[in-house]
């Protein structure tokens, strides 16, 4: 069987600032609970235990767990990613935007008023 997951030994400055963002609360959600998490571990507590505490999945716990073990404190700060790419660079975007803020008659279209179906015939 695994050995269960728990955090290193905290030093004085991590615990401290550990307690302070539990105390205060003013800061985002995620450092939060990522604190109380990492917490919960440091008195003794199991990951499902810490899991049901902070509403959050044993995986997730676990993974806190790992990485603060790794890099520290910087393990509150999330790393999420930039989202979707974007399908349209800056410049088919400037031409889509200047078509459309464009009156149709300008550029010999014979209706008044731009839609979506006939913007996207004209590329």
Request: with cysteine; net charge positive; glycine share 6%.
């Amino acid at each position: 069987m695994a050995e269960p997951v728990k955090v290193r030994r905290l030093t004085d400055q991590e615990g401290q600032r550990l307690q302070q963002i539990v105390r205060r609360g003013s800061t985002s959600s995620v450092r939060y609970r990522r604190a109380m998490m990492i917490l919960a571990s440091a008195g003794g507590n199991r990951v499902p235990v810490i899991a049901q505490l902070v509403a959050a999945d044993e995986d997730t716990v676990r993974e806190v767990i790992h990485r603060f073990n790794e890099i520290g404190l910087a393990c509150l700060d999330p790393q999420w990613a930039g989202g979707r790419p974007r399908l349209l660079g800056p410049d088919q975007e400037d031409l889509v935007v200047a078509t459309a803020t464009t009156r149709p008659t300008k550029l010999d279209q014979p209706f008044t008023r731009w839609s979506i179906r006939k913007l996207a015939s004209r590329s």
